[in-house]
Each structure stands twice: as C-alpha cells, then as structure tokens.
C-alpha cells in the first residue's frame, strides 16, 4: 500500500485482506475500519468498500471463491 486511496469496489465473492505491515484504512458500507498489522479484515461479498489514503505497508489480499459441492 503507498498512502493513496484505491477506486470503491465491490465483489462477488468474499475478500479476505491480512496487513502484514503497516496499517490499512478502509471505509466499508460509510464506516471507517482501520486493519494493523498481523490483523485480518473480511470484507463480505457483494459489500461496498474503499481503501482511504493514508494506507501503508504490506498487504495480503484473497479472493475467496465459493464452496465447491463434491
């Protein structure tokens, strides 16, 4: 993460966000979340969700796809 905001999005799928290092600054559904490190965030699927400036440092992101049925 370099401290500039990232466009809202929204996924079909859940997504997973983990910090490594650093801190993420999120704003989900309006409300600010703030990540740090060694902390995971899920973000549901079908949820709006923006990364807010001011986020740095070493992000995982995992885009969880559904269960398969076997």
Not at 22 to 51: C, F, N, Q, R, S
Request: net charge negative.
């Amino acid at each position: 993460m370099d401290e500039l905001p990232v466009e809202e999005g929204r996924h079909a799928e859940p997504e997973v966000l983990l910090v490594l290092d650093g801190l993420l600054e999120l704003d989900v559904v309006g409300a600010a979340v703030t990540v740090g490190p060694g902390e995971m965030y899920v973000v549901a699927a079908g949820t709006i969700h923006t990364v807010r400036s001011g986020s740095r440092g070493t992000l995982v992101i995992v885009e969880a796809a559904e269960a398969l049925a076997g």
